[in-house]
């Protein structure tokens, strides 16, 4: 409410106090007690007016000296997001690098040994051929080939893989030279005579020769020709024998016999009759010396030794030469 109206409604009170001398008693005190109502409620209402205005008043000094003595606050400046993190660069990863691989020495012969020696960078996984297998990223191993061999070292990481590849060379010797057992000592015609030709015998005082006569001349003249032929300078003596019994000159006409007998029996199973040389000894160089039939049929023979003259032919004397009575 403005000043002014208040000033008219005091005034409109005095106004009220005045008249009410004037008008009866009891009507004058109902207006008295309203006037006063009307007063008190004048006055409670001019002094609430007054207090909303003091307080107004006031209200707005206190705006203004709060407006003017109040400390600005400094205005909490935001600080800008942090910038986003910068994105790692991704480093490739490198590729495995082959530092070594190498064997010592490169070459031997077959039973030695070698040494492989190897180094790799940058790998996770490392491995040799020929049986070998996975290896450290460094290391040696010493291998026993038989034949030249290529080893081949194969690294692999993240960043890829490499080979590298060591060749070891091996020398095969010459094959050891036969061994040979010593030779034997080379036969003389005469050990091989003794040895492979056997003696031929006869029947009392005969030179024709018996089945086992010509059984035994017929083995001897297989190893006869081989000796003729082992030795070709050389010369059979064909030896004809007696017993004890008869003349010495009959006996020797008798063994003449005997061995001409032989020598041509020889002959015709292709023993070069050239190289046989018949000769009589008749009864002078027995075998048995004892007077029996069983040691007089050792002494009746042809028996076999070497010569080493050309051939000769010797002419045989007839029993009418030198007498009858042979053995």
Known sequence: MGLGQQATKWSD????????RQISPRLGALLSERANRTEKYIKISAMRNKQRVVVGIIGIALLAFSAGCKKKVPVATVAP???APAKAE????????????IAEPSTIDRGQSALLRWGVNDASDVEINQGIGAVSSGGDRRVFPDNATTYTLLAKGPGGSATASATLNVTVPPPPLPVTAPAAPAKTIAKRLANEVQDAYFDYDKSDLRDDARS?????????????????????VVEGHCDERGSAEYNIALGDRRAASAKEFLGQLDVPPERLRPISYGK??????ES???????????????????PVTQ???GPKELGGGGQ
């Not at 009170?13 to 009410?20: A, H, K, L």
């Not at 991704?90 to 691989?101: C, G, L, N, Q």
């Open 13 to 20: 009170g005095c106004s009220i106090r005045y008249r009410r």
């Open 81 to 83: 997001p942090p910038p």
């Open 90 to 101: 991704v480093t490739p990863s490198k590729a495995p690098t082959i530092a070594e691989f």
């Open 216 to 236: 035994a001349l017929t083995n001897d003249a297989g190893a006869l020709r081989s000796i003729l032929r082992d030795f070709p300078k050389a010369t059979i």
């Open 284 to 289: 002078e160089r027995p075998q048995c010396t």
């Open 292 to 310: 029996n039939e069983d040691c007089w049929q050792k002494n009746r023979r042809v028996h076999f030794t070497a010569s080493e003259y050309e």
């Open 315 to 317: 002419t045989a004397v």
